[in-house]
């Protein structure tokens, strides 16, 4: 198992979940998140540390979020590490909560 950033992250990248992450495992692109499923220990700190609630156990991935377990293992291995908190993107709290935000997806 693992724990998926799902499309809520998207333009908001608040960055909390990296703070607690015990095996570094998120990596970073441009405006979205991702946790690599290689490294992920499944310890579940990150999920209620996200703002937007952008963050989900595999097991509780809804379906409509299915996709995003490839883009995360993906994207992981492309984008580099991150480790400490940042400020989150400008109008993070503007998109907090708007629907279908993987059409915006920088890569
Ligand atoms: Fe890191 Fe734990 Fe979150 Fe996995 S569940 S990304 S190990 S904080
Ligand atoms: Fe994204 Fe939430 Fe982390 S918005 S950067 S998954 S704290």
Same mark, same amino acid.
Request: hydrophobic residues 35%; proline residues 8%; aromatic residues 8%.
């Given at each position: 198992?693992? !724990?998926? *950033?799902? %499309?809520?992250?998207?333009?908001?990248?608040?960055?909390? $979940?990296?703070?607690? +992450? =015990?095996?570094?495992?998120?990596?970073?692109?441009?405006? !979205?998140? *991702?946790? %690599?499923?290689?490294?992920?220990?499944?310890?579940?700190? $990150?999920?209620?540390? +996200? =703002?937007?609630?952008?963050?989900?156990?595999?097991?509780?991935?809804?379906?409509?979020?299915?996709?995003?377990?490839?883009?995360?293992?993906?994207?992981?291995?492309?984008? =580099?590490?991150?480790?400490?908190?940042?400020?989150?993107?400008?109008?993070?709290?503007?998109?907090?909560?708007?629907?279908?935000?993987?059409?915006?997806?920088?890569?």
């Amino acid at each position: 198992m693992t !724990f998926v *950033v799902t %499309d809520n992250c998207i333009k908001c990248k608040y960055t909390d $979940c990296v703070e607690v +992450c =015990p095996v570094d495992c998120f990596h970073e692109g441009p405006n !979205f998140m *991702v946790i %690599d499923p290689d490294e992920c220990i499944d310890c579940a700190l $990150c999920e209620p540390e +996200c =703002p937007a609630e952008a963050i989900s156990s595999e097991d509780d991935l809804p379906p409509e979020m299915a996709q995003f377990l490839e883009i995360n293992a993906k994207k992981a291995k492309e984008w =580099p590490s991150i480790t400490a908190h940042k400020e989150a993107l400008p109008e993070a709290d503007k998109w907090n909560g708007v629907k279908d935000k993987l059409q915006y997806l920088e890569e």
